[in-house]
């Protein structure tokens, strides 16, 4: 039996289903966390374990979050969890259909209930955003939708971010550890570290040339085992490089190490180590924009290049606020050979990728802008808070 939390905190429950592996799960996650940050005894639902345990690695649940499988119409715990509490809100990710037992709930406690929907800059997600949808039992569900503007939902962001960055760019022993932890060579490379995490695709190996081409020794971390793959697909490194977790090859000017999953709340520190990050999801693409640092993103590919909207909307945003603008051209080619909408010669992707590493400090600048731009606006919960105060106020 679950027991009411004894200083009476409100319920919230949140369900998410698993689409792209870490995205779904991880925006989920990290908004489980933010929501007990913020005062919530916080139930979630979700129906891919391993996914889950990888983003926790092994760390324990923290004591105000509880964690049940789901599976359609079967959420186990759930008599456990209303009987404990009854719910103040409750959140469907990304569109997830609700269990009839959960909607029941709902209908009886008058909870808010939100649909929380993939981040977007498009202009219709901000005039959607907040608005309310009236189900065929009269019941209103409102749709939350993140964003980049004051008038969008906001970001997922804890208490004191800025301040946990600034300490640990600060702590040399806590940059050493996390070096030697995903075992990172020590000795940095002459010009540049980058953090690779993506989708499987034949354009790394074309990146890898492009690299090479420039002349000048840098560095790539390879999150996972995606580009790995590619890479040895491509034949761009033997098929008996880059396997474990902490292997080597040097690729002529390019040394490539492989990186094993990094944990969310670990997540951070690499970012902040790295001089530049290419990243996949939703949520790692969120903390590399707070973290300031040049960016290029893997977006979650859709049906009839939906994604090219979304990628094109986000980058305007986040050009008209960037200081500078000649890195913005060779950066917007690259994106979209990335993401399938363009493609690029191998003279272009040279010149591209040339043009942006010799302009690193000038990009560097613009992302910071960018950076302070999202810093000075109110986190995604706080939003929700501000909307309906009372809901944190419900017991």
């Known amino acids: 039996m679950i027991a009411a939390h004894p200083v009476r905190r409100p319920a919230a429950w949140l369900f998410c289903r698993v689409i792209d592996n870490y995205g779904d799960i991880g925006v989920a996650w990290r908004l489980t966390c933010r929501l007990a940050e913020a005062g919530f005894q916080v139930a979630l639902w979700h129906d891919h374990p391993p996914s889950l345990a990888a983003l926790l690695g092994g760390q324990p649940l923290p004591p105000d979050i509880r964690v ?13 969890e209303a009987a404990a509490a009854v719910p103040a809100l409750v959140v469907e990710t990304f569109g997830c259909d609700l269990p009839d037992a959960v909607l029941a709930h709902v209908r009886r406690s008058g909870a808010l209930w939100l649909n929380w ?13 907040g ?3 009236l189900q065929a039992d009269g019941t209103d569900k409102y749709f939350w939708l993140m964003g980049f503007s004051a008038e969008s939902g906001g970001l997922l962001r804890e208490n004191a971010y800025a301040e946990r960055r600034q300490a ?25 570290r980058w953090l690779f995490f993506g989708y499987d695709s034949p354009v790394w190996a074309e990146w890898l040339a492009a690299w090479q081409a420039w002349g000048q020794a840098a560095e790539w971390w ?15 490194v033997p098929e008996h490089a880059l396997r ?22 670990e997540f951070d520190k690499v970012l902040w180590l790295a ?3 290419t990243v996949r999801g939703e949520d790692s693409f969120v903390r590399a924009q707070l973290a300031g640092k040049p960016l290029l993103w893997h977006i979650y590919p859709q049906a009839e290049m939906a994604h090219a909207d979304k990628l094109h909307a986000f980058w305007q945003k986040m050009y008209a606020r960037s200081a500078g603008v000649a890195w913005q051209a060779p950066h917007q080619q690259l994106s979209d050979e990335l993401n399938g909408i363009h493609g690029l010669s191998e003279e272009q992707r040279i010149a591209a990728w040339s043009a942006l590493l010799n302009r690193l400090p000038e990009w560097r600048q613009g992302t910071a802008a960018w950076q302070q731009h999202l810093l000075a606006q109110a986190d995604a919960v706080s939003r929700l808070l501000q909307r309906w105060p009372l809901v944190r106020q419900a017991t």
């Not at 702590?171 to 550890?177: R, V």
């Open 222 to 236: 390879l999150a996972g085992h995606q580009i790995a793959d590619s890479l040895r697909r491509s034949g761009a």
């Open 168 to 192: 640990f760019l600060q702590d040399a022993a806590a940059q050493t550890a996390v070096y030697r932890a995903l075992r990172l060579p020590e000795t940095p490379p002459a010009a540049c």
């Open 275 to 277: 001089d530049g990050v």
């Open 244 to 265: 474990q977790a902490g292997d080597v090859w040097q690729a002529g000017t390019v040394r490539l190490v492989r990186v094993d999953f990094v944990p969310q709340n």
């Open 131 to 133: 608005k309310p949808s």
């Open 68 to 80: 049940h499988a789901w599976q359609g119409d079967n959420a186990a715990g759930l008599a456990e």
């Open 117 to 129: 929907e993939y981040l977007s800059a498009e202009d219709w997600a901000e005039a959607m955003h």
